[in-house]
Nanobody, 129 residues
Framework: QLQLVESGGGLVQPGGSLRLSCTVS????????IGWFRQALGSRAPAKER?????????????KYYDSVKGRFTISRDNAKNEVYLQMNNLNPEDTGVYYC?????????????????WGTGTLVTVSS
């Protein structure tokens, strides 16, 4: 069974940066599109309704960013290490939340919260002065 573990969250001041990592085990990460998603603190929304942030295809040839993070966040992957990263720059308080990575096994290069099949447990990012 595929397992994903996020790391790298923490407290950062507005305008600061963080780099999140998603470590994949149980199978090769190269078999999956991997996406990063966010859920606001205190939200009880189901996983399928989490905010989509970025997606990277199996070999990294296709990358998609959603509007809220375009120009600030960068997704990348290292399949040799079974890791996917999210570099987050120019963070603002609205970026506060729990960040999740998830695997989407569809053949098309896409990641959607309502089709992701395996999720990590999340890492908390707090942007505050």
């Amino acid at each position: 069974q595929l397992q994903l573990v996020e790391s790298g969250g923490g407290l950062v001041q507005p305008g600061g940066s963080l780099r999140l990592s998603c470590t994949v085990s149980g199978d090769s990460s190269s078999g999956y599109n991997i996406g990063w998603f966010r859920q606001a603190l205190g939200s009880r929304a189901p996983a399928k309704e989490r905010e989509e942030l970025a997606c990277i295809s199996r070999r990294g040839s296709t990358i998609k960013y959603y509007d809220s993070v375009k120009g600030r966040f960068t997704i990348s992957r290292d399949n040799a290490k079974n890791e996917v990263y999210l570099q987050m720059n120019n963070l603002n308080p609205e970026d506060t939340g729990v960040y999740y990575c998830a695997a989407d096994s569809r053949q098309i290069p896409a990641c959607r919260a309502n089709t992701a099949t395996d999720w990590g447990t999340g890492t908390l990012v707090t942007v505050s002065s």
